[in-house]
């Protein structure tokens, strides 16, 4: 192997964007454990349960359409900041392997900011190995 490359120091965040990056990834660490997936089972059918005692209301109806629709809504932006970060980590890291391998095409560094029509064109000369 080669020698071991010395780490840039990664430069801290701060303020309402590094709270939230922070937030973000314990939020989407948490919604993809078997604990939160059985937690939402059980509110379903606590909340199934208590159809008969409510009666079936329109309310009933109400309180679980409006809390899922809020719920869904929030994770989106929450787990793809959290996809944002992983996607960009990987590209970085991608991106080093390629610039440190002799027969890697330095042309593919950062291929991931072409459009479709670049990266089809790319594709196309992976392919044909040119």
């Known amino acids: 192997m080669g020698r071991p490359k010395e780490r840039a120091p990664i430069a801290a965040s701060h303020g309402l964007e590094h709270h939230f990056e922070r937030f973000a990834s314990r939020v989407s660490r948490w919604a993809g454990h078997s604990v939160a997936f059985f937690a939402a089972m059980v509110i379903v059918v606590a909340w199934a349960v208590s159809g008969p005692i409510f ?9 679980i359409n409006t809390g899922t629709t809020v719920l869904t809504f929030m994770m989106v932006f929450l787990i793809q900041n959290t996809m944002n970060r992983d996607s960009a980590a990987l590209h970085l890291k991608l991106d080093e392997l390629i610039s440190v391998t002799s027969e890697a095409r ?9 459009d479709e029509d670049q990266i089809h064109a790319l594709e196309t000369g992976v392919e044909t190995g040119s």
């Open 106 to 114: 330095d042309t593919l560094i950062g291929a991931e900011r072409l």
């Open 55 to 63: 009666g079936f209301s329109d309310t009933w109806q109400l309180v």
